[in-house]
T-cell receptor, first 116, second 117 residues
Framework: KAGVTQTPRYLIKTRGQQVTLSCSPI?????VSWYQQTPGQGLQFLFE???????NKGNFPGRFSGRQFSNSRSEMNVSTLELGDSALYLC???????????????FGPGTRLTVL | AQSVSQHNHHVILSEAASLELGCNYS??????LFWYVQYPGQHLQLLLK??????LVKGIKGFEAEFIKSKFSFNLRKPSVQWSDTAEYFC???????????????FGKGTHLIIQP
């Protein structure tokens, strides 16, 4: 099975711009979660999508949004970029079936976003 | 909301030394516990997980962790480390069904482990 894929792998933007990141989950996985990783704050949960609906949300401002398509692929959008948004953005997918294995998440390689 | 604390931010060991990385979480309800590893230049990989049952769980590459509910701890151990264990290690917890962001993983800040040959 192919793993979680994220595009692009690297991105450079300037303050005030917006950016869209893409994530394709493992085939058959219907849940996609997004995380932000920075040296100062570590890994922080952004939100999770399941069946095209946002199911859970972390503590991030409204500039961070996402969506999920019918094929489970997900996009994350950040508007009005700030310097502090520079980070590695990770996507994770899980099977969301019955039982405890629904909680096992598989991570992609991430998109490195640099805001200048 | 739950939180995760990893006590050691940087650990340096020699090959063949024993390893124990501390992890404590704060949440009063049922939790699932994980250890992830991030090797240099690679993405996060699951080392091991605890959902229920035997509190001593074994993972890949000789790692194990013990869940001690009374101490809210889930420490990672390995009896003899190798140079290839050099990586960043993250402890994580989620609280399924508790709503809000709790179904997502809450991570500790990570421990940077360096194994000297």
């Amino acid at each position: 099975k192919a793993g979680v894929t994220q595009t692009p792998r690297y991105l450079i933007k300037t303050r005030g711009q917006q950016v869209t990141l893409s994530c394709s989950p493992i085939s058959g996985h219907r849940s996609v979660s997004w995380y932000q990783q920075t040296p100062g704050q570590g890994l922080q949960f952004l939100f999770e999508y399941f069946s095209e609906t946002q199911r859970n949300k972390g503590n991030f401002p409204g500039r961070f949004s996402g969506r999920q398509f019918s094929n489970s692929r997900s996009e994350m959008n950040v508007s009005t970029l700030e310097l502090g948004d520079s980070a590695l953005y990770l996507c994770a997918s899980r099977g969301y079936g019955e039982g405890p294995l629904r909680n096992e998440q598989f991570f992609g390689p991430g998109t490195r976003l640099t805001v200048l | 909301a739950q939180s995760v604390s990893q006590h050691n931010h940087h650990v340096i060991l020699s090959e063949a030394a024993s390893l124990e990385l501390g992890c404590n979480y704060s949440y009063g309800g049922t939790v699932n516990l994980f250890w992830y590893v991030q090797y240099p230049g690679q993405h996060l990989q699951l080392l091991l997980k605890y959902f229920s049952g035997d509190p001593l769980v074994k993972g890949i590459k000789g790692f194990e962790a013990e869940f001690i509910k009374s101490k809210f701890s889930f420490n990672l151990r390995k009896p003899s480390v190798q140079w290839s264990d050099t990586a960043e290690y993250f402890c994580a917890v989620n609280a399924p069904g508790s709503g809000g962001g709790a179904d997502g993983l809450t991570f500790g800040k990570g421990t940077h482990l360096i194994i000297q040959p």
